[in-house]
């Protein structure tokens, strides 16, 4: 099953045991392969109300206006926005509370746009401005230092920042599968390997790690091998 995403079609409904969130079909490929075609998220109903659906509206809007233009790696045009949107999805879908799914949308903001932590605390509070900062790298380091970073501290992030990493890291393997960059297959094996690393490290429920064992094997059985 081809899976697909439009960021605008996203709707939150209520229903008598709280709310779901629901990520329609649209016209461009997403990079899930283990969600539905069309995504129902029960979200936890003690958080669930105007204030939830208000939070995770905001973030999203400035989530796409911060991103607009970009798009993810690979030959498919495919627009950030779906990466976030698959994130957030994924984030909701094993257990992330109203504020994690809302940092789930801005994960990338600061590390890719003009967007600043204080900006993120200014509009959307303390405790989603800590959860990204949680999981933005260093700018000052190179990349191979956040990499490198991203392990050590791994271990160490809250529950909430650990869903988001693992849920973008989940993303990002069916990244390669649904649009592959025109890499070789040793910087491939190099890339599904340092999020393994990362993975690894994170306190996270067993089903998300498994979710995305299953998305790094399938990259790796998808990469092309050396002749």
């Known amino acids: 099953m081809t899976l697909r995403f439009k960021v605008s079609a ?4 209520k229903f008598a045991g709280g709310y779901t969130i629901k990520l329609m079909s649209a016209e461009l490929p997403a990079t899930s392969h283990t969600l539905p075609a069309f995504i129902n998220l029960t979200v936890c109903p003690q958080l669930a109300g105007n204030r939830m659906e208000k939070l995770i509206q905001k973030a999203l809007a400035f989530a796409v206006a911060q991103h607009e233009g ?21 984030v909701a879908a094993f257990g992330g509370e109203t ?25 959307f509070g303390p405790v989603i401005a800590e ?10 380091l190179s990349k191979a ?3 490198a ?8 992030l809250s529950l909430g ?5 693992t849920a973008d890291q989940t993303s990002n393997m069916g990244g390669l599968v649904a649009s592959p960059p025109n890499w070789d297959a040793e910087k491939r094996e190099k890339y599904i390997r ?25 990259a790796r059985r998808l990469t092309p091998q050396k002749e």
């Open 10 to 13: 996203l709707a939150i409904e």
């Open 70 to 90: 970009q798009i993810r790696k690979g030959p498919s045009p495919i627009a950030y926005t779906h990466h976030l949107a698959e994130v957030s999805a994924l």
């Open 99 to 123: 504020e994690v799914i809302a940092a789930a949308w801005l994960h990338d903001v600061v590390e890719d746009t003009d967007a600043s932590i204080n900006q993120i605390a200014e509009k």
């Open 131 to 140: 959860l990204v900062d949680e999981v933005t790298d260093d700018p000052q």
């Open 145 to 147: 230092e956040q990499r």
């Open 149 to 156: 970073a991203q392990i050590a501290h791994a271990p160490n």
């Open 161 to 165: 920042a650990a869903l988001i990493k």
């Open 194 to 218: 340092k999020a393994e690393a990362v993975v690894a490290g994170l306190k996270i429920p067993n089903e998300m790690r498994r979710a995305f064992e299953n998305a790094a094997s399938r």
